[in-house]
């Protein structure tokens, strides 16, 4: 089934072309893996996605239906919700206070009607839980839990709240091998739960390890567009690597020997 299609999508800054002729399709139960070094167009082609910015070219295309978002909070209506790179989280808060950031539940309709608190955090532990995801205590600070455990609460925290497609922008960037495995784990969760995933990342190791297809971008363009079975992970790295140029860059390192 797919969730969203993207039929040679574009964005133009004036005379500048940050994105051009990109298309792709999300399909339910899959990880669709965007690689692409820093200025390839990849934040461009999630904010387009998530409703950060309307996209210029092309169709974008969500359930058969053609649409241009015009918020993230549109986007998010039709279930296609984003966990960035730096998280919306509060340090300080709680678990379960930030699974329910700016969705709280209250016991009426008025702004300072009470937070039905345990409610909350019954229904945090149990979400966690059903994803794998066990903490010692629902009511520490996030700030208290690796950098892993917190990107596996945002992606608890969307899909409780109805996300049919999840994007992760370089989830694993800034993490160690130990906590990247963890996030990679419930990724890969994420998909076998049914949900479309755009897994953004430089890391062809990371992505080859959850991915069902791969593009690769360079500026602004599609490089490479390969599923799971058409692609190894060596050719993937090459191509990420930046294949023929990187051969002549080793050719022109190479030492000379007598």
Same mark, same amino acid.
């Given at each position: ?101 700016? #969705?709280? !539940?209250?016991?009426? $309709? &008025? ?7 345990? @409610?909350?955090?019954?229904?945090? %532990? +149990? ?79 990371? #992505?080859? !390890?959850?991915?069902? $297809? &791969? ?7 599609? @490089?490479?567009?390969?599923?799971? %079975? +058409? ?28």
């Amino acid at each position: 089934m797919t969730l969203i299609e993207m039929r040679e999508v574009g964005k133009t800054y004036g005379p500048i072309r940050a994105l051009g002729g990109i298309s792709l399709s999300v399909r339910a139960g899959e990880v669709t893996c965007v690689l692409g070094d820093n200025g390839a167009g990849k934040s461009t082609l999630i904010k387009i996605m998530s409703g950060l910015l309307e996209h210029t070219e092309g169709q974008l295309m969500v359930d058969g239906e053609e649409l241009v978002f015009s918020s993230p909070r549109q986007a998010l209506s039709r279930g296609i919700a984003t966990v960035y790179q730096d998280l919306a989280v509060v340090p300080l808060m709680e678990v379960w206070r930030n699974f329910f950031l700016g #969705a709280e !539940l209250r016991s009426g $309709r &008025f702004p300072l009607a009470g937070l039905r608190i345990r @409610e909350m955090r019954r229904i945090a %532990d +149990e979400e966690l839980r059903k994803m794998g995801i066990t903490v010692k205590d629902i009511n520490q600070p996030i700030g208290t839990l690796s950098g892993g455990q917190r990107q596996c609460v945002a992606i608890a925290r969307a899909v409780y709240f109805g996300a049919r497609v999840l994007i992760l922008d370089e989830p694993t960037a800034a993490l160690g091998v130990k906590q990247s495995g963890v996030v990679l784990k419930y990724t890969a969760a994420a998909r076998d739960a049914g949900l479309g995933v755009v897994f953004i990342t430089h890391n062809p190791h990371h #992505a080859y !390890l959850v991915g069902d $297809r &791969f593009l690769v971008l360079k500026r602004g363009r599609v @490089e490479l567009d390969s599923r799971r %079975d +058409e692609i190894s992970l060596n050719d993937l790295t090459q191509e990420m690597a930046g294949g023929d140029e990187l051969d002549a860059l080793a050719h022109e390192l190479r030492r000379t020997t007598k």
